[in-house]
């Protein structure tokens, strides 16, 4: 079989299959260099393991990576001659429209659609996660309405740029001769899923966050940089752009993540919905705050309090939970408070810095019913002897816990 090794548009190109389907016709590209393997390569393989079979064989392939189509930025619905504020309301306005089209603020979006890895047209975009054995992919005409239209509205401190357009800018491989992927995720995409809007985008990218820093500077975009926390424009208001490298937990094991529910991605290009491990979905689905599915102890171990406390911050959002996790997570909270309660109560406040800014008495009182929640399945544990019981009167009663603990954490009163 005669293979072709495009050197332009950043394909490996085998004539007749080019990722094992033998019903997809060769894409046409322009060719470098043609070649006789001097053996026959299985029927399902995929392209980059064409490719590092093709230079086991000594043969120099300058490109074989997928190739990022600029075009898939394309910003929609907006306006000349409007504020950036003005542009902003009015795009989230359409995402919302295109949202509650077919379904009330909250509900599970109804068109979300699971895609076979061999249908897409461009797998290797997504390849960064070939190595999670649970990965799915999906696509959502509602998602990518609202997500295009959000996107497309001006990122505050920039000089009218889009989020498109920086997401355009900084994955050209014009400044590198790198390929560069951007995915957003958390969320920004777990929200639109189930017909809500979020505030900050997060992304996650490819390339050194130091090339992109030059970038952001060539194009006189105020940016920072700080281990690999890459901030794009002003981080005052509640809607910036932030991203981190693909390496800090994203194509990384289950005991990394927060919640299950936040391990899902965004991919412009492909235009698929990508969930990391398979379980970000169905948690969404049921509107569930869950430990991912990892050995517990590695998860905290990894994360730290601060990940406990964070639990609580989409409790009183209205997520449901599982009690034999809840137990678990109050348990584990009891257990560091004991041990140095003041790094646990500046963790606390951290993680749940928005009720810390902005106290609100319904708020507070849904944190409050849900601590105490979690006390009773905290002391049942202790009758029944799986934990050991903390000692002190600080913990005598849910009640003094959350007066002489929690409240003080927060420095506020109900």
């Known amino acids: 079989m005669e293979y072709l090794i495009d050197g332009v548009i950043s394909k490996l190109l085998a004539v007749g299959t080019i990722i094992g389907r033998d019903s997809t016709p060769p894409i046409k590209c322009e060719v470098q260099q043609s070649f006789t393997l001097p053996f026959t390569l299985p029927e399902k393989i995929c392209a980059v393991e064409c490719v590092m079979a093709v230079l086991f064989c000594g043969i120099v ?17 907006v306006e000349k001659n409007v504020s950036p504020e003005e542009s902003t309301r009015k795009l989230r306005e359409r995402a919302c429209q295109e949202m ?6 909250g509900e599970m979006i109804d068109d979300l659609e699971e895609v076979p890895f061999w249908k897409i047209d461009d797998v290797l975009s997504i390849y960064f996660w070939r190595v999670m054995p649970g990965v799915r992919c999906y696509r959502s005409r509602t998602v990518t309405a609202a997500l295009r239209a959000i996107c497309s509205a001006p990122v505050p401190g920039l000089s009218g740029e889009t989020y498109l357009d920086v997401f355009r800018t900084l994955t050209d491989s014009k400044h590198s001769g790198w390929p560069s992927h951007m995915y957003v995720w958390g969320g920004t995409v777990r929200d639109i899923l189930r017909r809500k809007i979020g505030n900050d985008i997060d992304f996650v990218y490819t390339a050194p966050g130091k090339e992109l820093e030059v970038i952001c500077q060539k194009n006189n975009w105020m940016s920072s940089l700080s281990n690999g926390w890459l901030v794009i424009g002003q981080t005052k208001p509640d809607i910036f752009l932030e991203g981190m490298p693909i390496t800090y937990n994203t194509i990384t094991d289950e005991s990394h993540g927060d919640f299950s529910m936040n391990w899902v991605f965004y991919d412009f290009c492909t235009d698929l919905i990508i969930d990391g491990h398979g379980s970000a979905i169905p948690a969404i689905l049921q509107n569930k705050v869950e430990i991912p599915p990892c050995k517990w102890d590695d998860w905290v171990n990894i994360n730290g309090v601060y990940v406990l406390f964070r639990y609580y911050k989409f409790l009183i959002r209205g997520h449901t939970h599982d009690p034999n996790q809840m137990t678990y997570i109050i348990n584990r909270i009891i257990k560091f408070w004991c041990a140095d309660e003041q790094e646990t109560k500046k963790q606390g406040r951290a993680a749940l810095n928005n009720v810390v800014k902005n106290p609100n008495k319904e708020v507070l009182e849904e944190l409050k019913k849900k601590v105490f929640e979690s006390w009773e399945l905290a002391e049942r544990s202790w009758t029944e002897g799986l934990w050991e019981r903390p000692k002190g009167g600080l913990f005598a009663s849910a009640l003094s816990w959350w007066e002489n603990g929690w409240e003080v954490m927060l420095t506020i009163k109900i």
């Open 61 to 77: 392939v300058y490109r074989s990576w997928s190739s990022r189509k600029l075009s898939c930025f394309q910003n929609v619905g």
């Open 100 to 105: 509650l089209k077919t379904g009330r603020e």
